[in-house]
């Protein structure tokens, strides 16, 4: 009898190492080699990333076919090799952000306000297809980023007219999706031809900050779906409150030969 259970154990036990081979075989990975600052820039093989840019990590971030965000993997040193493991069969958009710890200041000559920030320094990306039981390698082009890139440009239009030729406004947009969620804000005053309000990124969070489209926690890849959503203030009078929001492919990267991105937002 001990005999018999022991078999029937050992039966129970073959299956399950087979059962956990079967399941592994049908996944596939994507290995992406990192270069050090001194070496390619390109992934693969052209290019290079002068040393004295001091990449100090990459951020490696990959999307299934229906581009959502199933891994996110932060400070990658330069040099190193990353094996992304479990991935079922599909397409995969492999998206890779090289950064560097920057000081920079609010731009206010009076009373100027000094911070550090993740620089975006060099961006990439491709597709890569994954079959079960394969491990493929990432070949990705990296692409220097300017400081001068393009950035969206918040257009604000109301319902009725007149709406700027008088009082104050203040504006607020906050930005989601694809791993983003920041708040940057703006003002201007009415005057009497005015018919719409714009909207730059000089203030981040409420803090003023010109160099907000190289940070990388707000960088807005191209390709990719966000949503603006638009709060506007106007004083005179009274205040009144009015709102507006869209969402789009934000299609221009934010590089210096594309340059602004407009986004028209209606507000009542």
């Keep these: 009898m001990k005999k018999i259970f022991g078999l029937i154990s050992a039966c129970f036990i073959l299956l399950a190492i ?9 996944s596939g990975s994507i290995a992406i080699s990192l270069p050090n600052s001194s070496s390619s820039r ?8 002068p040393a004295n840019d001091q990449i100090e990590a990459y951020e490696i971030r990959v999307r299934n076919s229906d581009n ?9 040193t330069p040099g190193s090799t990353i094996v992304i493991d479990d991935l079922y069969p599909d397409t995969y958009t492999i998206s890779v952000l090289a950064y560097q710890s920057t ?14 920030y993740d620089s975006v ?18 070949s990705i082009t990296m692409r220097t980023f300017e400081n001068s890139g393009s950035y969206p440009v ?15 406004f203040e504006y607020s947009c906050t930005v989601t999706g694809n791993g983003v969620n920041f708040t940057y804000t703006g003002g201007e005053s009415g005057e009497e031809t005015k018919t719409y309000g714009t909207m730059n990124c000089s203030y ?3 803090i003023a900050n010109y160099y907000w489209n190289q940070k990388k926690e707000t960088f807005l890849e191209p390709g ?3 949503t603006f959503n638009v709060t506007v203030t106007k004083s005179g009078d009274s205040v009144a409150t009015y709102r507006g929001s869209k969402t789009q492919v934000v299609e221009q990267s934010n590089y210096g030969n594309q340059g602004e991105h407009t986004i028209d937002i209606y507000v009542k």
Excluded at 18 to 26: K, L, M, V
Aim: aromatic share 12%; proline share 3%; net charge negative.
């Design 18 to 26: 087979i059962s956990c081979s079967a399941f592994n075989s049908e």
């Design 154 to 168: 918040v257009t604000i239009y109301p319902e009725g007219e007149n709406f700027f030729t008088s009082g104050s």
């Design 204 to 206: 981040l969070n409420g």
């Design 42 to 49: 390109s992934i693969s093989s052209s290019g290079s990333i």
């Design 68 to 76: 959502e965000m199933s891994q996110k993997i932060s400070g990658v």
């Design 121 to 138: 320094s060099y961006y990439g990306r491709t597709t890569v297809t994954v079959y079960a039981g394969e491990e493929k390698e990432a």
């Design 224 to 226: 990719f779906t966000y």
């Design 103 to 116: 000081s920079g200041d609010d731009g206010n000559t009076s009373n100027p306000t000094s911070f550090t």
